[in-house]
Protein backbone atom coordinates (compact mmCIF):
# COMPACT_ATOMS: atom_id res chain seq x y z
CA UNK A 1 0.00 0.00 0.00
CA UNK A 2 1.08 3.53 -0.69
CA UNK A 3 2.10 5.37 1.95
CA UNK A 4 2.08 9.18 3.45
CA UNK A 5 3.54 10.88 6.26
CA UNK A 6 1.19 12.87 8.53
CA UNK A 7 1.92 14.43 11.68
CA UNK A 8 -0.54 13.27 14.77
CA UNK A 9 -1.57 13.77 18.50
CA UNK A 10 -0.61 10.38 20.20
CA UNK A 11 -2.93 11.30 23.20
CA UNK A 12 -4.18 14.50 24.82
CA UNK A 13 -1.10 16.43 25.63
CA UNK A 14 1.66 14.26 24.10
CA UNK A 15 4.32 15.64 21.58
CA UNK A 16 3.48 15.53 17.94
CA UNK A 17 4.93 12.31 16.06
CA UNK A 18 5.72 12.38 12.46
CA UNK A 19 4.18 9.12 11.26
CA UNK A 20 3.93 6.89 8.10
CA UNK A 21 0.51 5.65 7.34
CA UNK A 22 -1.33 4.38 4.73
CA UNK A 23 -3.16 6.51 2.01
CA UNK A 24 -6.36 6.61 3.21
CA UNK A 25 -9.57 5.56 0.49
CA UNK A 26 -12.60 8.00 0.30
CA UNK A 27 -15.31 6.59 1.39
CA UNK A 28 -19.62 7.28 0.13
CA UNK A 29 -19.92 11.06 0.10
CA UNK A 30 -16.40 11.73 0.62
CA UNK A 31 -13.30 12.54 -1.10
CA UNK A 32 -9.60 12.37 -0.89
CA UNK A 33 -7.52 15.26 -1.09
CA UNK A 34 -3.42 16.25 -1.63
CA UNK A 35 -3.04 18.25 1.06
CA UNK A 36 -0.54 21.31 -0.34
CA UNK A 37 -0.82 24.06 2.73
CA UNK A 38 -3.02 23.94 6.65
CA UNK A 39 -2.79 26.64 8.56
CA UNK A 40 -2.19 26.10 12.42
CA UNK A 41 -4.67 27.65 14.49
CA UNK A 42 -5.30 28.38 18.11
CA UNK A 43 -8.23 25.45 17.87
CA UNK A 44 -5.55 23.24 17.39
CA UNK A 45 -4.76 22.94 20.87
CA UNK A 46 -8.27 21.42 21.61
CA UNK A 47 -6.80 18.59 19.68
CA UNK A 48 -3.24 19.04 21.05
CA UNK A 49 -4.53 19.78 24.35
CA UNK A 50 -7.51 17.23 24.73
CA UNK A 51 -9.81 19.91 25.95
CA UNK A 52 -12.46 19.00 23.30
CA UNK A 53 -14.93 16.04 24.78
CA UNK A 54 -15.13 13.96 21.75
CA UNK A 55 -11.64 13.42 19.93
CA UNK A 56 -10.48 10.20 19.69
CA UNK A 57 -6.95 9.13 19.78
CA UNK A 58 -4.82 9.22 17.73
CA UNK A 59 -5.36 12.07 16.23
CA UNK A 60 -4.07 14.35 13.22
CA UNK A 61 -4.50 18.09 13.79
CA UNK A 62 -5.79 21.12 10.99
CA UNK A 63 -8.63 22.50 9.89
CA UNK A 64 -7.14 24.91 7.43
CA UNK A 65 -6.74 22.53 4.45
CA UNK A 66 -6.19 23.91 0.97
CA UNK A 67 -5.46 21.04 -1.24
CA UNK A 68 -6.01 19.15 -4.75
CA UNK A 69 -8.96 16.69 -4.68
CA UNK A 70 -6.96 13.55 -5.71
CA UNK A 71 -10.07 10.63 -5.52
CA UNK A 72 -13.93 10.94 -4.69
CA UNK A 73 -16.07 8.20 -2.98
CA UNK A 74 -18.94 6.66 -4.35
CA UNK A 75 -22.29 8.83 -4.83
CA UNK A 76 -20.42 12.96 -4.64
CA UNK A 77 -21.62 14.78 -7.43
CA UNK A 78 -19.69 17.97 -8.73
CA UNK A 79 -16.22 17.03 -7.59
CA UNK A 80 -13.55 15.64 -10.12
CA UNK A 81 -10.44 14.57 -9.91
CA UNK A 82 -7.57 17.72 -10.14
CA UNK A 83 -10.20 20.64 -8.51
CA UNK A 84 -9.02 22.92 -5.90
CA UNK A 85 -10.34 22.53 -2.98
CA UNK A 86 -10.44 23.80 0.81
CA UNK A 87 -11.67 22.33 4.13
CA UNK A 88 -12.28 24.34 7.42
CA UNK A 89 -14.06 23.57 11.01
CA UNK A 90 -16.92 22.91 9.48
CA UNK A 91 -16.27 19.27 8.46
CA UNK A 92 -19.81 18.29 7.68
CA UNK A 93 -23.53 18.04 8.04
CA UNK A 94 -26.36 15.47 7.42
CA UNK A 95 -28.55 17.28 5.45
CA UNK A 96 -31.68 15.29 7.10
CA UNK A 97 -32.43 16.48 10.85
CA UNK A 98 -34.58 19.42 12.09
CA UNK A 99 -31.62 21.46 12.49
CA UNK A 100 -30.23 21.13 8.61
CA UNK A 101 -33.53 21.41 7.21
CA UNK A 102 -33.76 25.05 9.04
CA UNK A 103 -30.55 25.56 6.53
CA UNK A 104 -28.76 25.96 10.17
CA UNK A 105 -26.32 23.28 9.07
CA UNK A 106 -24.08 24.34 11.52
CA UNK A 107 -26.51 22.93 14.34
CA UNK A 108 -26.60 19.22 12.78
CA UNK A 109 -27.98 16.91 15.29
CA UNK A 110 -26.51 14.10 13.68
CA UNK A 111 -23.39 13.93 13.73
CA UNK A 112 -20.28 16.03 14.81
CA UNK A 113 -17.88 16.52 12.05
CA UNK A 114 -15.30 19.12 12.97
CA UNK A 115 -11.81 18.79 10.81
CA UNK A 116 -9.30 17.59 12.74
CA UNK A 117 -10.86 16.65 15.91
CA UNK A 118 -13.70 14.49 15.61
CA UNK A 119 -11.99 13.17 12.54
CA UNK A 120 -8.36 13.45 10.88
CA UNK A 121 -7.48 17.08 9.14
CA UNK A 122 -4.98 18.70 7.85
CA UNK A 123 -1.00 18.00 9.21
CA UNK A 124 -0.75 15.14 6.72
CA UNK A 125 -0.05 14.77 3.11
CA UNK A 126 -3.77 13.34 1.95
CA UNK A 127 -6.60 13.84 4.28
CA UNK A 128 -10.32 12.47 3.85
CA UNK A 129 -13.22 14.79 3.87
CA UNK A 130 -17.03 15.04 3.45
CA UNK A 131 -18.40 16.68 -0.19
CA UNK A 132 -20.34 19.13 1.46
CA UNK A 133 -17.38 20.22 3.31
CA UNK A 134 -15.55 21.60 0.57
CA UNK A 135 -15.00 25.09 -1.02
CA UNK A 136 -13.49 25.50 -3.94
CA UNK A 137 -10.51 27.67 -4.21
CA UNK A 138 -9.75 30.14 -6.76
CA UNK A 139 -6.74 30.04 -8.90
CA UNK A 140 -5.90 33.93 -7.77
CA UNK A 141 -4.95 32.16 -4.43
CA UNK A 142 -2.31 30.39 -3.77
CA UNK A 143 -2.69 27.30 -0.99
CA UNK A 144 -0.80 29.03 1.63
CA UNK A 145 -2.90 32.02 1.26
CA UNK A 146 -6.29 30.70 1.05
CA UNK A 147 -5.08 28.71 4.06
CA UNK A 148 -5.73 31.12 7.07
CA UNK A 149 -8.64 32.05 5.33
CA UNK A 150 -10.16 28.56 5.82
CA UNK A 151 -10.73 29.67 9.59
CA UNK A 152 -9.69 32.79 10.40
CA UNK A 153 -10.66 34.33 7.55
CA UNK A 154 -14.42 32.67 7.17
CA UNK A 155 -14.97 33.36 10.97
CA UNK A 156 -14.39 37.23 10.66
CA UNK A 157 -15.77 37.70 7.12
CA UNK A 158 -18.85 35.61 8.00
CA UNK A 159 -19.36 37.08 11.40
CA UNK A 160 -18.96 40.91 10.02
CA UNK A 161 -21.52 40.05 6.76
CA UNK A 162 -23.94 38.41 9.03
CA UNK A 163 -23.45 41.14 11.62
CA UNK A 164 -26.43 43.63 10.41
CA UNK A 165 -23.68 46.83 9.57
CA UNK A 166 -24.50 48.63 6.78
CA UNK A 167 -21.83 50.96 4.60
CA UNK A 168 -20.65 53.74 6.29
CA UNK A 169 -21.45 52.57 9.86
CA UNK A 170 -18.52 52.80 12.72
CA UNK A 171 -17.15 48.88 13.24
CA UNK A 172 -14.27 47.85 15.68
CA UNK A 173 -11.94 45.35 15.70
CA UNK A 174 -10.91 44.24 19.21
CA UNK A 175 -7.62 42.77 19.05
CA UNK A 176 -5.24 43.11 16.27
CA UNK A 177 -3.78 39.45 15.67
CA UNK A 178 -4.44 36.64 13.73
CA UNK A 179 -8.09 37.22 13.57
CA UNK A 180 -8.04 40.70 14.15
CA UNK A 181 -5.65 41.85 11.34
CA UNK A 182 -8.02 40.07 8.74
CA UNK A 183 -10.81 41.76 10.25
CA UNK A 184 -9.76 45.11 10.29
CA UNK A 185 -9.05 44.36 6.24
CA UNK A 186 -12.70 42.55 5.30
CA UNK A 187 -13.99 45.43 7.41
CA UNK A 188 -12.36 48.31 5.76
CA UNK A 189 -12.87 47.27 2.53
CA UNK A 190 -16.38 46.37 2.98
CA UNK A 191 -17.09 49.88 3.18
CA UNK A 192 -17.34 50.49 7.14
CA UNK A 193 -15.73 52.99 9.02
CA UNK A 194 -13.18 50.99 10.67
CA UNK A 195 -11.52 51.61 14.06
CA UNK A 196 -8.49 49.20 15.23
CA UNK A 197 -8.63 48.58 19.09
CA UNK A 198 -5.41 46.89 20.39
CA UNK A 199 -2.91 47.18 23.66
CA UNK A 200 -0.42 49.58 22.78
CA UNK A 201 0.64 52.28 20.79
CA UNK A 202 3.08 49.84 17.99
CA UNK A 203 -0.28 48.60 16.41
CA UNK A 204 -1.35 51.75 15.14
CA UNK A 205 0.95 52.04 12.05
CA UNK A 206 -0.16 47.99 11.31
CA UNK A 207 -3.75 49.04 12.06
CA UNK A 208 -4.14 52.07 9.51
CA UNK A 209 -1.69 49.59 6.94
CA UNK A 210 -4.67 47.59 7.17
CA UNK A 211 -7.20 50.08 6.49
CA UNK A 212 -8.60 51.21 9.46
CA UNK A 213 -9.38 54.65 9.54
CA UNK A 214 -9.27 55.34 13.44
CA UNK A 215 -6.62 53.63 16.33
CA UNK A 216 -7.50 53.13 20.05
CA UNK A 217 -4.54 52.01 22.04
CA UNK A 218 -6.16 50.22 24.87
CA UNK A 219 -4.01 50.78 27.43
CA UNK A 220 -3.01 54.65 26.94
CA UNK A 221 -7.02 55.35 26.57
CA UNK A 222 -10.48 54.65 27.91
CA UNK A 223 -12.18 52.69 24.34
CA UNK A 224 -15.36 52.67 25.05
CA UNK A 225 -14.88 56.67 25.60
CA UNK A 226 -13.11 56.78 22.33
CA UNK A 227 -15.71 54.79 20.44
CA UNK A 228 -18.73 57.21 21.20
CA UNK A 229 -16.38 60.03 20.70
CA UNK A 230 -16.59 58.57 17.18
CA UNK A 231 -19.96 58.57 17.48
CA UNK A 232 -20.91 54.66 18.45
CA UNK A 233 -20.32 51.92 17.18
CA UNK A 234 -22.56 49.76 14.89
CA UNK A 235 -20.61 46.36 15.85
CA UNK A 236 -17.87 45.60 17.62
CA UNK A 237 -16.04 42.24 16.40
CA UNK A 238 -14.36 40.91 19.50
CA UNK A 239 -11.36 38.61 18.63
CA UNK A 240 -9.27 38.45 21.71
CA UNK A 241 -9.89 35.86 24.40
CA UNK A 242 -9.99 38.21 27.49
CA UNK A 243 -13.55 38.80 28.96
CA UNK A 244 -12.69 41.54 30.70
CA UNK A 245 -10.97 43.39 27.26
CA UNK A 246 -14.28 42.59 25.52
CA UNK A 247 -16.39 43.99 28.42
CA UNK A 248 -14.14 47.24 28.46
CA UNK A 249 -15.58 47.83 25.04
CA UNK A 250 -19.61 47.22 25.48
CA UNK A 251 -20.19 51.19 26.67
CA UNK A 252 -18.62 51.70 22.96
CA UNK A 253 -21.82 50.87 21.14
CA UNK A 254 -24.15 52.96 19.87
CA UNK A 255 -27.93 52.79 20.37
CA UNK A 256 -28.47 49.23 19.16
CA UNK A 257 -24.84 48.11 18.48
CA UNK A 258 -23.71 44.68 18.92
CA UNK A 259 -21.00 43.32 20.22
CA UNK A 260 -19.97 40.26 18.36
CA UNK A 261 -17.69 37.36 19.88
CA UNK A 262 -15.68 35.65 18.15
CA UNK A 263 -12.62 35.19 20.21
CA UNK A 264 -13.34 32.05 23.12
CA UNK A 265 -12.68 33.75 26.60
CA UNK A 266 -13.76 32.26 29.92
CA UNK A 267 -16.24 34.42 30.82
CA UNK A 268 -17.76 37.21 29.94
CA UNK A 269 -19.28 39.88 32.85
CA UNK A 270 -22.09 43.15 31.28
CA UNK A 271 -24.19 44.68 33.04
CA UNK A 272 -27.94 44.53 32.02
CA UNK A 273 -28.27 47.69 32.43
CA UNK A 274 -25.92 48.75 30.42
CA UNK A 275 -27.89 46.44 27.77
CA UNK A 276 -31.82 47.79 28.16
CA UNK A 277 -30.78 51.22 27.74
CA UNK A 278 -29.19 51.17 24.78
CA UNK A 279 -30.70 48.23 23.39
CA UNK A 280 -27.45 46.55 22.74
CA UNK A 281 -26.83 42.65 22.27
CA UNK A 282 -24.11 40.77 22.35
CA UNK A 283 -23.77 37.69 19.94
CA UNK A 284 -21.63 34.85 19.53
CA UNK A 285 -20.28 33.58 16.22
CA UNK A 286 -19.49 30.15 14.50
CA UNK A 287 -17.08 30.49 11.28
CA UNK A 288 -19.38 28.74 8.70
CA UNK A 289 -20.24 26.15 6.07
CA UNK A 290 -17.90 25.34 3.17
CA UNK A 291 -20.04 28.25 1.22
CA UNK A 292 -19.23 30.56 3.43
CA UNK A 293 -16.05 29.86 2.96
CA UNK A 294 -15.89 29.93 -0.40
CA UNK A 295 -17.52 33.49 -0.71
CA UNK A 296 -14.50 34.57 1.85
CA UNK A 297 -12.00 33.27 -0.53
CA UNK A 298 -13.96 35.35 -3.46
CA UNK A 299 -14.12 38.16 -1.59
CA UNK A 300 -10.78 38.25 -0.24
CA UNK A 301 -9.69 37.87 -4.66
CA UNK A 302 -12.13 40.74 -5.03
CA UNK A 303 -10.92 43.42 -2.39
CA UNK A 304 -7.16 42.04 -2.14
CA UNK A 305 -7.22 40.83 1.35
CA UNK A 306 -4.34 38.70 2.42
CA UNK A 307 -3.76 37.28 5.40
CA UNK A 308 0.33 37.68 6.37
CA UNK A 309 1.58 34.39 7.55
CA UNK A 310 4.63 32.63 8.56
CA UNK A 311 5.49 29.50 6.96
CA UNK A 312 6.87 25.94 8.11
CA UNK A 313 7.34 22.38 6.37
CA UNK A 314 5.26 19.72 7.68
CA UNK A 315 8.19 17.82 9.57
CA UNK A 316 8.27 21.30 11.60
CA UNK A 317 4.39 20.85 12.63
CA UNK A 318 5.53 21.18 16.47
CA UNK A 319 7.44 24.33 16.12
CA UNK A 320 4.63 25.63 13.80
CA UNK A 321 2.39 25.22 16.64
CA UNK A 322 4.55 26.36 19.35
CA UNK A 323 5.48 29.77 17.75
CA UNK A 324 1.10 30.25 17.12
CA UNK A 325 0.86 29.46 20.66
CA UNK A 326 3.54 31.86 22.03
CA UNK A 327 1.60 34.44 20.57
CA UNK A 328 4.31 36.35 18.61
CA UNK A 329 3.58 34.81 15.27
CA UNK A 330 2.83 37.78 12.90
CA UNK A 331 0.38 36.84 12.19
CA UNK A 332 -0.73 33.24 11.12
CA UNK A 333 1.05 30.14 10.54
CA UNK A 334 1.05 27.89 8.02
CA UNK A 335 2.03 24.40 6.87
CA UNK A 336 3.34 24.49 3.36
CA UNK A 337 3.38 20.66 2.62
CA UNK A 338 3.58 20.28 -1.23
CA UNK A 339 3.58 22.80 -3.93
ZN1 LIG B 1 -9.55 27.65 13.56
ZN1 LIG C 1 -28.12 17.57 10.23
Given amino acids: MPKMRAVQVPSPKASFEIVEREIPEPSPGSVRIKVQACGVCHSDSLTKEGTFPLVQYPRVPGHEVVGVVDAVGPGVPRWAPGQRAGVGWHGGNCGYCDACRRGDFFACQTFTAITGITYDGGYAEYMIARAEALASVPDELSPVEAGPLMCAGVTTFNCLRNSGARPGELVAVLGLGGLGHLAVQFAARAGFRTVGIA??????????????????????????????KLGGAQVILATVTNGDAMAAVVGGLGAKGKLMVIGAAPSLMVSPGQLIGGRLSVNGWYSGTSIDSQDTLAFSVLAGVRSMNEVFPLERAAEAYERMMSGQARFRVVLKISS
Fill in 199 to 228: RGKDKESLARELGAQHYIDSQAQNPAAELR
